[in-house]
T-cell receptor, first 111, second 114 residues
Framework: EDKVVQSPLSLVVHEGDTVTLNCSYE??????LLWYKQEKKAPTFLFML????IEKKSGRLSSILDKKELFSILNITATQTGDSAIYLC???????????FGTGTRLKVLA | EAQVTQNPRYLITVTGKKLTVTCSQN?????MSWYRQDPGLGLRQIYY???????DKGDVPEGYKVSRKEKRNFPLILESPSPNQTSLYFC?????????????FGPGTRLTVT
C-alpha cells in the first residue's frame, strides 16, 4: 500500500541553524514527490522532484530525491523565524490521480 | 488574481443539517480536489475530479458528496454532518495531472459539527 512517512514529527531550532527534514515513501509506480510549506493557513508549493539525485534549490531551501532508497530530504540552511511552519511531502498514488500527504514536520525556529 | 476561493470560511452547524462548502478556481484548471486536515493525521484526500463530470474517491470519502458540473466549481456536500466531520477543509486545483505540477490551495474552511 502506498504511504508517506515524515520525520521528525516536530523540531525546535534556533535562528541560524540548519535543519534536515525527511520524507520516506512506498509506492509501486513512482511518478513525482512534492514538498509543501504550511504556515497559518493553506499549503504552498515548494518543490517537485521526479529524478533521483537532482537537487532542487530555492534560496536557503533545497531538496533531493533518492529513488533507490525511497526517500527525499528537505534542507533549510540559516533558518529564520519565518521558516516556522509545517512542512509536508506528498506523492500521487500508484496508477491513479489520488494524492497522499505525509503527516508533516512541524518546525519552530526561535529567535 | 489567480486563486482558489472557498465559502464559507468558518461554519458551525448541528448534526444532520445538510451543508455545502463551495470551491471555485479562476485558473482554468482541470484537476480539483478536497482535503480534510486533522491534528496528527495530516491532509487526507476526500474526493478529486480530473475534469467536468469526472470525479473519484480519495482516501476518506465516506459521508461526503461532490459534483463537477462546471470546470471552475467543485462543491463539497455533507448530506448529514456528524461530529467526526469537524475538521479544517481545503479545496485545491492544478492545471492537469497533479503528478506533473503543484496544486493551489484555497484558504480553508473550518467546520464544527455539534
Amino acid at each position: 500500500e502506498d504511504k508517506v512517512v515524515q520525520s521528525p514529527l516536530s523540531l525546535v531550532v534556533h535562528e541560524g541553524d540548519t535543519v534536515t527534514l525527511n520524507c520516506s515513501y512506498e509506492v509501486t509506480n513512482f511518478r513525482s514527490l512534492l514538498w509543501y510549506k504550511q504556515e497559518k493557513k493553506a499549503p504552498t508549493f515548494l518543490f517537485m522532484l521526479t529524478s533521483s539525485g537532482i537537487e532542487k534549490k530555492s534560496g536557503r531551501l533545497s531538496s533531493i530525491l533518492d529513488k533507490k532508497e525511497l526517500f527525499s530530504i528537505l534542507n533549510i540552511t540559516a533558518t529564520q523565524t519565518g521558516d516556522s511552519a509545517i512542512y509536508l511531502c506528498a506523492h500521487p498514488f500508484s496508477g491513479t490521480y489520488k494524492y497522499i500527504f505525509g503527516t508533516g514536520t512541524r518546525l519552530k525556529v526561535l529567535a | 488574481e489567480a486563486q482558489v476561493t472557498q465559502n464559507p470560511r468558518y461554519l458551525i452547524t448541528v448534526t444532520g443539517k445538510k451543508l455545502t462548502v463551495t470551491c471555485s478556481q479562476n485558473m482554468n484548471h482541470e484537476y480539483m480536489s478536497w482535503y480534510r486536515q486533522d491534528p496528527g493525521l495530516g491532509l487526507r484526500q476526500i474526493y478529486y475530479s480530473m475534469n467536468v463530470e469526472v470525479t473519484d474517491k480519495g482516501d476518506v470519502p465516506e459521508g461526503y458528496k461532490v459534483s463537477r458540473k462546471e470546470k471552475r466549481n467543485f462543491p463539497l456536500i455533507l448530506e448529514s454532518p456528524s461530529p467526526n466531520q469537524t475538521s479544517l477543509y481545503f479545496c485545491a486545483s492544478s492545471f492537469a495531472d497533479p503528478t506533473t505540477g503543484e496544486q493551489y490551495f484555497g484558504p480553508g474552511t473550518r467546520l464544527t459539527v455539534t
